[in-house]
């Protein structure tokens, strides 16, 4: 079946450090590929999406590019914030006769100090 | 308006109590779904509704009722919950997508903390 492997955490970064979190995915074809964000006390929210291949969503200086060669789609950021301290989820979308299902990676921890 | 909208945001409950949570959305999203979320751990899916059908049950155990009773809204009816059952539960919504579409997202709402004791 599908599944999403994060690097595990938790990872503790200073402030204006570069982050990268490791995802890779099996699957069948090519799914669309998710990154999302979850602030303590609160729900998940999208933070980038790539469709297809070589596809590269970014969004609050966040990028990931969607590898199908490596089946990766690795989170990267230049420069972190410690408003960025949240945990993130890697997913993918299966469709299900018009609705779908995410299959979300294990989740990474990721605290910034100032 | 991107936002779904979950009520209560927490909850205590007694195992003999029922109680219900709630979610609505206004985006004319046609799939609606259910969570579960423990703590340090990524959402479960509980249940799929397509067009206020449920579509999916993820073997949920009968203590958790799901009700779709229009397009823009969803509830979760609990019943006898035990105390393993504390969680975030976390709703949902996408577009229906027609077959290869590969656009649409999930939004999820804020979530209700749910403490069973």
């Known amino acids: 079946g599908n599944s999403v492997t994060q690097m595990e955490g938790p990872v503790t970064l200073s402030e204006e450090a570069f982050l990268t979190i490791n995802c890779t995915y099996t699957?069948?074809?090519?799914?669309?590929l998710f990154w999302y964000v979850q602030y303590p006390g609160e729900g998940l929210q999208l933070l980038l999406k790539?469709?297809?291949?070589?596809d590269k969503g970014s969004n609050k200086g966040f990028e990931a590019t969607y590898r199908k060669e490596t089946t990766s789609f690795h989170l990267e950021k230049g420069s972190v914030q410690v408003s960025d301290s949240a945990v993130y989820f890697c997913?993918?979308?299966?469709?299900?006769?018009?609705?779908?299902?995410?299959?979300f990676g294990q989740g990474t921890r990721l605290t910034i100090n100032p | 308006d991107t936002e779904v909208t979950q009520t209560p945001k927490h909850l205590v409950m007694g195992m003999t109590n029922k109680k219900s949570l709630k979610c609505e959305q206004h985006?004319?999203?046609?799939?609606m779904y259910w969570y579960k979320q423990k703590a340090k751990k990524p959402p479960e899916l509980m249940f799929v509704?397509?067009?206020?059908?449920?579509?999916i049950n993820e073997s949920v155990p009968s203590r958790f009722s799901p009700e779709c009773p229009n397009s823009s809204l969803l509830n979760l009816h609990l019943h006898a919950l035990q105390p393993e059952d504390s969680a975030l539960y976390l709703c949902?919504?996408?577009?229906?997508?027609?077959?290869?579409?590969?656009?649409?997202?999930?939004?999820f709402g804020a979530g209700t903390r749910l403490s069973v004791l």
């Open positions: 699957a069948t074809g090519y799914p669309s």
């Open positions: 997913a993918l979308r299966q469709s299900l006769q018009g609705a779908q299902k995410l299959v």
């Open positions: 949902a919504s996408s577009p229906w997508e027609r077959a290869g579409g590969t656009k649409n997202i999930q939004y």
């Open positions: 790539a469709t297809k291949a070589d």
């Open positions: 509704y397509s067009y206020e059908k449920l579509s």
């Open positions: 985006m004319g999203h046609r799939a």
